[in-house]
Every structure is written in C-alpha cells, then in structure tokens.
C-alpha cells in the first residue's frame, strides 16, 4: 500500500517536472543550505548549462551572481533585477519558499532580454538621434520642407513658416499643388518639378503676402533609384537685397570719405620732417619760435598741459641746434624718479660715496648730456634741496658730484617743462622764485587741443596713416566717427587721441570705422569737461545754454532722437520738448 502510494506521488511528481521543463522561463531552485536543487530545460538552453552540473552543488560555486543566498538571509521576494551571466542579461523574479513558516529553499524564474536589452538601446539611441535631428532641423534659418513621393508634406521646419505665413497643420499630410491652387505659392512649384525630373531643381517663388523667395528643391533617391523625398529649402531673398544695399551703402560712404579724405589732406598745415602736425596759426608760430632760439643757448620753459607735445616740441629744438651733432638728448622726469635717487642720478657719485654706489662711480645726466641738451621734464616736481643745486648749475655751469670736491665744468643746454603753474607753486613756497626766473627765460606755452580744434583733423589722419603702415591694415574712419573726434574735449590732449586713434585701428574688425565702435570704452566722457565762462549770466539762462549744446551735440553723435535721448538718460519726450523749445535744427545736428 505504502509502495503504490509512493509510486504514485513519484509519478505526479514527475508530471510536474515535465510541465515545469515545459515552461518558456527558466526555473532554478536551491535549499536551505544553498545547494541547487532544481534546474529546469529552459535555464539549460537559456544558459547553456546542464542541469546535471549544477545540482547537488552549492549555488555560490557555480553562479554567485543569481541572488538566491540574500532571499535565503532575508526571506524577501525581488522582482524584476536584471543579472548578466556570460555576457547575457536576465531578467529573474526571486522568491522565497516557506515551509511551517520556515525558509526552506528559493526559487528564481528568469528569462534571457539580451535581444530585448540590445532593441531598447537601438531604439533610445535612435530616439536621441531623431531629437538631434529635429533641434538641427528647427534651428535652420532658412525654411525646410519635407514631401515623399507623391509630393505630399511630411514635415515644416519653423522658419518655414515664419517665411511663408502658413502653419505646418497647412502642408503636413496635403499635396503641395494644393497650395498653389489656393494661391499660398504662385508660379510653377520647385518641389513639384523635383519630384518629377528627379534633379534639384531652384527658381524664385513669390508669396501671398508679395515677398519673393529662393527656392530649391533637392530629391532623395531609394535603393531602387527612385525619388521617396524631396527637400525643398526656402531662403528670403529681401535678406539678400537689404546686404546688397548695405554694401551699397557702404561704397559710397567709401567714396565719400575718400573725397573728404582728400579734402583734409589739402587742409594740413604743415608735416615737416619734424614730424610735427598742425593747421593752427598759433601752434605755427610757437614752433616758428621754437625754430628761432633753437641753435642759442638760453635756456626754455616749456608749459603746457599733459599730453600737449611738450617732449615732441624740445626734441625739435635739439635736432635744429648746433648741438644735435656734438652731443646727446637726455630727458629725465623729476617726477618718476623717486626723491633719494634723483640726486645721484642728475649730479652722479664718486667711488663709495653712499652704500651700494658702484665702485667705479658714476656719471650723472648732467654730464652725460654735455655739449648736448638736458631736457628736465615735469621741474615743478623737483624737491627743494635739489632746486639750489639746479640753480647753481645754471649760473656756474658746473656740477660737484655726490661725494667729491672738485667741479666738473659743463657745456649744457638746460631745457625745462612744466604741466603746472609754477608761479602757483612759488607762491605756495613749494617752487624757488630765483629759480623760476632764472628757467623763465623763453617760455614757450603749448595751447591744449580742445583750443586749437583745427589740428584735430589733421592729426587723426596723420596717425591713420601712421597706425595703417604700421600694422599692415587698411582702415579708415567714416564721416560720422570724423565729426565726433572733431566735437570731442580731449582732456588727454594729444596723447589720448594717438591713443584712441591706434586702438580703433587695432580692434576694428571692419575696414570702416563708424559711430558703432566708440564706445564708453574708446572715448569716455570726461566728469570734469571745462566748461568756458567769460562773464556772470542768470543761471536760467546758463542753464538754457548747456542743455541746447548738450542735445546739439547728442543729435549729432547719435542717429535717432531716442537714442540721444538715451545717452543723455532722459526720455525721448524732455528732448523732443527741448529741440522745439530752443528750435533745434535736426538737420544741422
């Protein structure tokens, strides 16, 4: 009895075996102790290994990877892990198997989604590649338009309806002739003739809205040689138009500065071998002065402001005097030079005459510039002590130098500057009043250049040219850009406009240089712009009178009443009321 009973418990159980051998998904089983108890057909052909291998051995020995030990320690199922076993992927459910409330075993049910894994990267690369494309497609400029092959719109970029007016909900599944019969396009379609000679194929197409395109139409050939899409990209002509107007616009401003170019040029009053620039009657006679006392020996006070050409100006005297051929030009800044130094560096030092003096000595400028001219720049600088020393020089024609006690007789043409008013710094007990006399001589007073605005010109273009050969370019400056430099203060005089005029030649990256490029950065408003008052006025009208000249000079520097507006940070309405009220001619600014 117990035999048959047994036997048929071993049959049932072999039926199950057979239906479990029967499922798709592979079924692998372990005990309590982690041994494989059971390994079904379909894990063999998934996995290529024997169910003969596998059981009776502990699961960690053959594949450790499976996850069974942890639903053993944790009794928890997991659903849904992937685990790549021999470079194929699974997908397993883990179970736990209870007995009396006890794990006695796990069970893992798997199947192989190594294609499945391999389709679903296929389909998210092509994904990301279709998004690419799309995004490359939108962001085309011109208009695109996809048609298969019965002519049928497939697909419409955006610029495509920016340029023709019409929605893609218009082209998208409808026949492109449609469009012309209701009068979208006129004139024959491009797109239709791609598609039936089989060649691209371009022409002009005019919209409703009486806007001309260019338009072609590229064809796309199958395996088989025959046309399945046609491209079709359309591109504003009245883009092409406003560049051709602009390069118009351009050549004639080109001739027209070329006109004025030659204008100024006849206007230069002189570029002697000096090297010297300027159209001013006053500056003319200052260098014709200059010219004049150059071969004597009395000595020169140039004054001027910063920047004016006060060191061009002596090195023109030195060139013209007797002197250029027996000895040097030397120029010292009192200024630069700190004041323990300038000492030693005008009068020079004996061996060991202080710690760290060279032990040969050494010659100072007064020397070095013997037979020659001395050229002290910026002399208001000069420290008290020194300016004894300096007047002695003067008068005896000789120097001591630091530590020794025989002079050294000199032959020295003593050419003084100054950018302050030393009378001002003999007041202040700062500058000795013999010593200011005695330099007093023949002073000479450059005018700084917003008074002598004649030179600007001239000056401009002198440095062009100069910057032009020096860089190889070939830039020149609009009318525009000519009459702002012209309005301009200069507070840095003549150094600041070298300095602008080589920076707009260097940075521009247009051979014409307009209004556009000077910028805060090129030209920066001065805070602190003199302004000329030759008499007391009410200051209404004081006021009156600055902000007609004020607009006046925006108008000019600017193109459009709101960008004046703008620079003056004011609201286009104040300067539309203030052009009428001072009766501003718009045209003339």
């Not at 004054?303 to 004016?308: A, Y």
């Not at 032009?468 to 840095?492: A, H, R, V």
Request: aromatic share 6%; charged share 25%.
């Amino acid at each position: 009895m117990v035999k048959k009973q047994l036997e048929m418990k071993a049959a049932e159980l072999e039926k199950a075996y057979l239906m479990l051998d029967s499922i798709y998904n592979g079924i692998m089983a372990i005990d309590d102790q982690g041994i494989v108890s059971y390994f079904n057909a379909a894990a063999e052909r998934m996995s290529g290994i024997k169910a003969t291998e596998l059981i009776g051995k502990h699961i960690k020995d053959c594949i450790p990877k499976t996850g069974l030990i942890k639903i053993l320690e944790t009794g928890k199922a997991e659903y849904g892990q992937k685990i790549v076993v021999r470079g194929k992927t699974y997908l397993t459910n883990r179970s736990p198997l209870f007995y009396q409330g006890k794990v006695m075993g796990a069970i893992s049910v798997f199947q192989e989604i190594t294609e499945l894994e391999e389709i679903s990267s296929k389909f998210k690369t092509f994904e990301r590649l279709n998004k690419e494309l799309d995004t490359i497609f939108n962001s085309s400029y011109d208009g695109l338009m996809i048609t298969d092959e019965n002519g049928r719109g497939i697909k419409v970029n955006c610029a495509h309806t920016r340029l023709t007016g019409v929605g893609e909900e218009h082209f998208v599944g409808k026949n492109i002739e449609e469009l012309f019969d209701n009068g979208v396009f006129r004139f024959q379609s491009i797109t239709i003739r791609a598609l039936k000679e089989g060649r691209r194929v371009t022409g002009i197409q005019k919209m409703s809205s009486g806007k001309e395109v260019l338009v072609t139409g590229s064809p796309v050939f199958d395996k088989e040689g025959k046309v399945f899409r046609v491209v079709t990209n359309v591109h504003d002509i009245s883009e092409l138009n406003r560049l051709k107007e602009k390069l118009a616009d351009a050549e004639a401003l080109n001739t027209q500065y070329q006109i004025e170019l030659q204008e100024v040029k006849g206007q230069i009053g002189q570029i002697d071998e000096e090297n010297i620039v300027t159209h001013s009657k006053s500056v003319q006679k200052i260098y014709e002065l200059a010219s004049h006392v150059a071969n004597s020996d009395a000595t020169i006070l140039v004054l001027g402001e910063s920047g004016v050409g006060k060191e061009g100006l002596v090195r023109m005297i030195h060139r013209k005097s007797y002197r250029a051929k027996l000895g040097k030009f030397v120029h010292i800044n009192c200024g630069a030079i700190p004041e323990n130094l300038i000492e030693s560096e005008l009068f020079g030092y004996e061996p060991g005459a202080f710690t760290g003096a060279e032990k040969s000595g050494k010659k100072g400028l007064f020397e070095t510039a013997n037979k020659g001219t001395l050229f002290l720049d910026e002399i208001g600088e000069l420290p008290l002590p020194l300016q004894v020393k300096l007047l002695r020089v003067l008068q005896e024609q000789e120097v001591y130098r630091l530590g020794g006690t025989s002079p050294i007789k000199l032959d020295v043409r003593i050419v003084a500057a100054s950018n302050n008013n030393l009378l001002n710094k003999v007041e202040e007990g700062i500058f000795r009043e013999d010593l200011y006399y005695r330099l007093y001589v023949v002073p000479i007073e450059l005018p700084p250049l917003r008074e002598r605005p004649e030179d600007i010109l001239p000056l401009v273009m002198h440095y062009v040219k100069k910057y032009n050969q020096k860089y190889k370019t070939d830039k020149i400056f609009s009318s525009n850009t000519l009459n702002i430099l012209q309005e301009y203060n200069w507070p840095g005089n003549i150094r600041q406009l070298v300095n602008v005029v080589e920076r707009l030649i260097v940075t521009s990256q247009e051979q014409l240089i307009d209004i556009d490029q000077l910028n805060s950065s090129v030209i920066t408003p001065s805070k602190n712009t003199p302004v000329n008052i030759t008499d007391i006025i009410p200051l209404r009208e004081a006021k009156e009178i600055l902000e007609k000249k004020l607009i006046t000079m925006a108008l000019k520097r600017h193109k459009t009443v709101r960008e004046a507006a703008k620079a003056l940070s004011v609201s286009h309405s104040v300067v539309v009321e203030r052009i009428n009220q001072y009766k501003i001619n718009r045209k003339e600014s």
